[in-house]
Structures are given as structure tokens and as C-alpha cells.
């Protein structure tokens, strides 16, 4: 994963906003923060190819060769994985059991000579499980008879499933308690200092100061303002959300 970046050049949101380049190195958690409706969801669905931009171009770089992506399945195929923000529309699958939720977007991890072995399907949830601490007494119980938290783990072990370089994690923690919040910032704390990219857009303040290294404040769907370190802090995020001076 170490040599695995994700590039971003002259992006534009919106026909005439001033466009965007950054890079977005391995092992790094940069923040996405804004007034709701300012560009930074708008910014992370263009990074998944799921939103196509006005202009610019998003591209996964290994080993110093740059991959262009057009759509979804690209940004698939060349190791980003998406959790999106609302879990009940765009993430589960209500009518189906917790283990096909996760198992859904791996189906051939799980076949030989083209049947599911469901001895597999279960060893490779349980390393998940553990890792995430995901509460389920029934692996073939719809989904919907667990926490919201616990819904929200196994979203994250399916997109882990498939072995990403990159993951794009919209507001991860909405609607999650204390306890599921914590052991979330550690599994993303630990993906990357295995040197995984992570881009977290979150509604949270505080939320973002806690986990990201490094911070991109949107407004008119513009970057108002690029922060790290120090100048990371309340006052400024809000400033910047506001179109002042940072």
C-alpha cells in the first residue's frame, strides 16, 4: 500500500468554481468539513466515481504510473472503497441476512468451481468481526435486528473486504453511540498506519481535529481553507466555513 496515492487535478465542483488539485498521500487522514450543501460531499462522491465533475480529473497513482478514473466501477478496480453516509438508503441490504450484507460485494471470494462455499463466507466475516468488534448473535438474521452501530461495522468490513488502498468514509459516525465511535477511530487510526489513504468527511467538528492530520474546508464549492497541525483548530474550521480569513 505505501507506494499508493490519490491525485486530484484542477477538479472543478461546479462550472466556474475555482478549480482544486491536491495530493493525498499513503498513510495520510485528510478531513473534509463545510456548511452542509458547500461542495465537500459533492468532492468525495467525485473521488468514488460516483459524481462526475464539471472538469479536472481524479487518479489513483502506484508505483509512479497514474490510473485516470471515469466511473464507480474503476475506482473499484483500482483499490478505493466508498462507505456512504446514510447507512438505510445506501447501504444495507434490510431483506438480507448480516452475513450476505457483508459477504455482497465479494461474492467470489467465497466460490469454488463457481458454488459459494459458506464455510469461507463465515471465516472471512469472523476476522472482520473480531478486528471490529461486531456485536451479532445471528449471522443469518437480516441486518436490520442489529444496532445501528453495529449496521454500520459491517458496511466497514464490507468495504474492507475488498482490499482498498484508498477509503472514502462519509460522516462514518452518524448516528452511532460513544462506544461503537471509539472503536471506529481506532480501526481507521490503525488502517492508516498500515499505510492505507483514508478521506473522512464528517459533520463533526471535533470529530475531524480528533482523527485527520490534515483538513480541506469547502464553501461555494471551493476550498476556503487547507489546515495541518497547529492551525487545525474549532475557531478555524468555522471561520473558514464562513467565508473569514483564517
Not at 2 to 27: M, W, Y
Request: aromatic share 4%.
Amino acid at each position: 500500500m505505501s507506494d499508493v496515492r490519490l491525485t486530484i487535478d484542477n477538479l472543478e465542483l461546479k462550472a466556474g468554481a475555482r478549480p482544486i488539485s491536491q495530493t493525498i498521500a499513503a498513510g495520510e487522514i485528510v478531513g473534509l468539513a463545510g456548511l452542509d450543501g458547500h461542495g465537500q460531499q459533492t468532492f468525495l462522491e467525485a473521488l468514488a466515481g460516483l459524481v462526475a465533475p464539471a472538469s479536472g480529473q481524479v487518479s489513483v497513482m502506484r508505483q509512479g504510473q497514474g490510473r485516470p478514473l471515469q466511473d464507480f466501477r474503476q475506482a473499484v478496480a483500482n483499490g478505493i472503497a466508498y462507505l456512504p453516509r446514510d447507512r438505510r438508503a445506501t447501504g444495507i441490504f434490510p431483506s438480507m441476512s448480516v452475513l450476505d450484507n457483508f459477504a455482497i460485494a465479494t461474492v467470489w471470494k467465497d466460490t469454488t468451481a463457481g458454488l459459494i462455499t459458506a464455510a469461507r463466507r463465515r471465516e472471512r466475516f469472523e476476522a472482520y468481526r473480531q478486528k471490529l468488534s461486531i456485536k451479532v448473535p445471528d449471522l443469518d438474521a437480516s441486518i436490520t435486528t442489529l444496532s445501528g452501530g453495529n449496521q454500520q461495522k459491517v458496511l466497514l468490513a464490507r468495504a474492507l473486504a475488498l482490499g482498498p488502498n484508498i477509503l472514502l468514509l462519509n460522516d462514518p459516525t452518524r448516528g452511532v453511540d460513544v462506544a461503537t465511535r471509539h472503536v471506529l477511530y481506532g480501526v481507521f487510526r490503525e488502517l492508516a498506519a498500515d499505510g492505507m489513504t483514508l478521506v473522512i468527511l464528517s459533520s463533526e467538528i471535533e470529530e475531524i481535529l480528533v482523527l485527520c492530520g490534515r483538513l480541506l474546508v469547502f464553501r461555494d464549492n471551493e476550498i476556503s481553507a487547507e489546515m495541518a497541525g497547529a492551525e487545525m483548530t474549532a475557531e478555524n474550521v468555522i471561520s473558514a466555513m464562513f467565508g473569514k480569513a483564517v
